[in-house]
T-cell receptor, first 114, second 114 residues
């Protein structure tokens, strides 16, 4: 079985501050991990993904995430928040074996204040 | 490619009516997912197809829900009879053969049952 837990349904930061969105996973085999972003009234779009290559993954819009097997974590960070980063962020996991569904966390709403 | 195409974008129907949501996945993708998104429950996987065959339908709420994938380029999600608690945004997503690759989402169908 596979699952992800996102800590914090809402995170508030000031513009220019560090963004840290937390994701912990559970998987019985090596996982593939993803971060998606959803803007209002839109579908989900991929920010970045980990597929067992480099543990530090860089994505679009200045976001990056680090896969830490010892901590079963895949936290999303951005050094300096921009107003346009305000959106809902989802962590997702799929297993690197057989038929594997794509399981999402509950999502974290990022609020950015001026 | 036009991406994953869902129709309709919005659907308002009366309780008890049949509702059919449609999805055209990206050409060449062999996995297809249906998700339901609500404020209370977040993003829930309803059903997962691989090569047009349902692999995991454990998320389908009850017998009122059914999904089909008659060919690689089309899928439907049907609710009969619909109830107000079915009101949600329904997303379809498709993924290529390699499960390490990301799933691509459609824009969703916002269903309101009154």
């Amino acid at each position: 079985a596979q699952s992800v837990t996102q800590l914090g349904s809402h995170v508030s930061v000031s513009e220019g501050a560090l963004v840290l969105l937390r994701c912990n996973y559970s998987s019985s085999v090596p996982p593939y991990l993803f971060w998606y972003v959803q803007y209002p009234n839109q579908g989900l779009q991929l920010l970045l993904k980990y597929t067992s290559a480099a543990t530090l993954v860089k994505g679009i819009n200045g976001f990056e995430a680090e896969f830490k097997k010892s901590e079963t974590s895949f936290h999303l960070t951005k050094p300096s928040a921009h107003m346009s980063d305000a959106a809902e962020y989802f962590c997702a996991v799929t297993m690197n074996s057989g038929y594997s569904t794509l399981t999402f966390g509950k999502g974290t709403m990022l609020l950015v204040s001026p | 490619d036009a991406g994953v195409i869902q129709s309709p974008r919005h659907e308002v129907t009366e309780m008890g009516q049949e509702v059919t949501l449609r999805c055209k996945p990206i050409s060449g993708h062999n996995s297809l997912f249906w998700y339901r998104q609500t404020m209370m429950r977040g993003l829930e996987l309803l059903i997962y197809f691989n090569n047009n065959v349902p692999i995991d339908d454990s998320g389908m709420p009850e017998d009122r829900f059914s999904a089909k994938m008659p060919n690689a380029s089309f899928s439907t999600l049907k609710i009969q009879p619909s109830e107000p608690r079915d009101s949600a945004v329904y997303f379809c997503a498709s993924r290529p053969t390699d499960i390490g690759l990301e799933a691509f989402f459609g824009q969703g169908t916002r269903l309101t049952v009154v």
